[in-house]
């Protein structure tokens, strides 16, 4: 009996490499996302020579959208995939991002809620540069989204400091 648990347990430790092709396929993204930074760039570069100020800076802000999905979408390969599969041996690399290995699930959840919530902010922000062109409902609408977010972010990060504190953690 204690050989066929042995044999289940190993089972299900394997089983932990069923998700590297998701991690492969937010690689695949990451790859699909920097054609639609080229696009968006070759967009804005008419609009910095020709464009109206508020055209140039919805434009940039775009830019920067991409990017932190682009980071958000690094952070959860990297963290998810040595949280969840396996260490990535760089072999002391000097280009090894600082916090890599060291992100754990609650803090893999407030850095995708924070990424959430500065996107949703240039969102707004892209929103308040046409603010004529909106309707007061889309533009409540669009606050009410973002506040959500900042509000859930808000909850995540005391529901974790909380939680912390209760199972021993010294409150860092």
Do not use: C
């Amino acid at each position: 009996m204690k050989r066929l648990e042995n044999q289940l347990e190993k089972m299900i430790f394997g089983s932990r490499w069923l998700l590297a092709p998701f991690y492969l396929g937010l690689v695949a993204a990451l790859g699909l996302l920097l054609v639609m930074f080229a696009k968006e760039f070759a967009h804005f570069v008419p609009l910095v020579l020709e464009g109206k100020e508020s055209d140039v800076i919805i434009g940039l802000l775009s830019l920067i959208d991409v990017v932190m999905v682009a980071n958000l979408l690094i952070i959860i390969v990297f963290a998810g995939y040595e949280n969840f599969v396996s260490r990535i041996d760089t072999a002391g690399h000097e280009d090894r991002p600082s916090w890599m290995g060291h992100v754990g699930f609650a803090e893999l959840k407030m850095k995708l809620i924070g990424s959430i919530v500065a996107i949703s902010g240039i969102e707004l922000l892209k929103a308040f540069m046409h603010v004529d062109s909106l309707g007061t409902e889309q533009l409540a609408w669009k606050v009410g989204i973002h506040m959500t977010f900042v509000v859930s972010g808000l909850m995540f990060a005391i529901s974790d400091r909380v939680a912390g504190g209760k199972s021993g953690h010294n409150g860092e």
